[in-house]
């Protein structure tokens, strides 16, 4: 069985411009854990997490000892905090295979690209739902 019959198809992505405020909004209204950085030609730049998003903020927001400095964090655009070169995997990539990369690779999500195009990602939760499933 291959990743396309269980990645995500419906990816969100960002610019690599996009604010780290519109970043972490869309990771909490949406409940995603990733979310991958995009040129304006649809190629892929980047991956940024909710940790990505977490380490590049002022532990002070919202908080009594909150300075301007600390607001400004909220400013970064992703490709200040994105990881670059994500390691990829394309659609017919067995589902063995995708599992460990992960593993190998210690992340938790694999955008799928088949010619250079985005065509969607496969997280662990997916391929948990997949082994699930099947027993």
Known sequence: MT???IMSRDVVTV???AALIEIRS??????FRHLLV???DDTLCGVISDRDVLRA???FLDTFSEE???VKTLSQPASEVMRTEPITVGP???IEEAARTLLDNSISSLPVVEEDALVGIVTTKDLLQHYTNEG
């Open 15 to 17: 610019p690599p411009d």
């Open 92 to 94: 017919n990539t067995t």
């Open 68 to 70: 301007h400095r600390d």
């Open 3 to 5: 990743v396309d019959t």
């Open 26 to 31: 869309l990771l909490h209204e949406r409940g």
């Open 57 to 59: 903020l002022s532990p």
């Open 38 to 40: 995009v040129e304006t």
